[in-house]
């Protein structure tokens, strides 16, 4: 499944890397689960001081190595349950704006083709895109000049 999400042109690299990890991979699961044990009777009986070897054995029997505990599962598990909250949250909200995609589809298909429109259809179908003599623009012509309506009445100092 991973491999199919790879660009064509980082196949290469991902071969590679792949590669890489199966050899990892084989080589740790060459190694047996367990270390072999060890034969202390073999040592006491080869050394002339077999309290030694009984010291190393009870050192070696007590000997633990302490494995850190798994804590980011249940933060990993909160973050999924999340993000497939939100992920659902979003597919629900894209099929609502493709419905009304859909709507607005049909409602350009069912008007005049933009090649044979007028300016009056044009106003008709879309007044609020139209162009309103009544509401000038300005430059530019992104909004309405909120600072025209500040502007004094010149039409009484002439």
Request: proline share 8%; charged share 30%; aromatic share 14%.
């Amino acid at each position: 499944a991973f491999a199919e999400r790879v660009p064509e042109e980082q196949q290469h690299l991902y071969q590679a890397f792949k590669a890489r990890s199966d050899g990892y991979l084989r080589k740790v699961f060459s190694y047996p689960e367990n270390p072999p044990a060890i034969d202390f009777a073999m040592y006491r009986s080869r050394l002339s001081n077999p309290a030694l070897v009984d010291h190393f054995e009870k050192s070696y029997k007590s000997f633990m190595v302490p494995f850190p505990k798994e804590h980011l599962s249940p933060q990993i598990d909160a973050e999924e349950r999340q993000a497939k909250g939100e992920v659902e949250g979003f597919i629900r909200e894209s099929k609502e704006r493709i419905e009304e995609y859909k709507q607005q589809l049909l409602k350009f298909q069912a008007m005049i083709p933009a090649a044979h429109m007028t300016l009056e259809d044009y106003a008709d179908y879309f007044p609020e895109h139209a162009l309103n003599v009544d509401k000038p623009t300005y430059w530019p012509h992104d909004g309405v000049f909120e600072e025209y309506d500040k502007l004094p009445d010149e039409a009484g100092h002439h």
